[in-house]
């Protein structure tokens, strides 16, 4: 199951990410996934939960974000989202187009924090 290490190195650069920002909890965590990134989005979202558990990101949301792929054509130039990843034919003029310019990415695109509880200590007004 390799969508769990996928899921514990998400959990290493948000934490590297969150810790300029000390006492903010991490809300929300955005992925884009490329389609063909092969990445099982239900068994992501189970190992997100696996393994934010023990850490500082538990209970933070996994928000994801699918990418269609899209191919670039060299006969006629077009760039076209492809409905299937079955067939790689430009649909505009049916070549094979190998050119794959979106479709592979696996990449965070946002993090959400939220600010600490303000102090206690200070007073709120006299
Ligand atoms: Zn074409």
Redesign the pocket.
């Known amino acids: 199951m390799h969508e769990l290490s996928i899921a514990a190195s998400i959990v290493e650069s948000v934490s590297e990410a969150a810790a300029a920002y000390p006492g903010a909890r991490v809300k929300e965590v955005r992925l884009r996934v490329g389609a063909l990134a092969s990445v099982v989005e239900d068994a992501l979202r189970f190992c997100w939960e696996l393994a934010t558990e023990e850490t500082p990101l538990r209970g933070a949301a996994l928000a994801i974000e699918t990418l269609p792929v899209i191919l670039h054509?060299e006969?006629?130039g077009?760039e076209s989202a492809i409905e299937t990843v079955q067939s790689f034919r430009?649909p505009?003029?049916g070549?094979l187009?190998a050119d794959l310019r979106q479709g592979r990415e696996m990449e965070i695109a946002s993090i959400e924090l939220e600010e600490p509880e303000p102090s206690a200590a200070a007073p709120a007004s006299t």
């Open positions: 054509c006969d006629c077009a430009c505009r003029c070549a187009a």
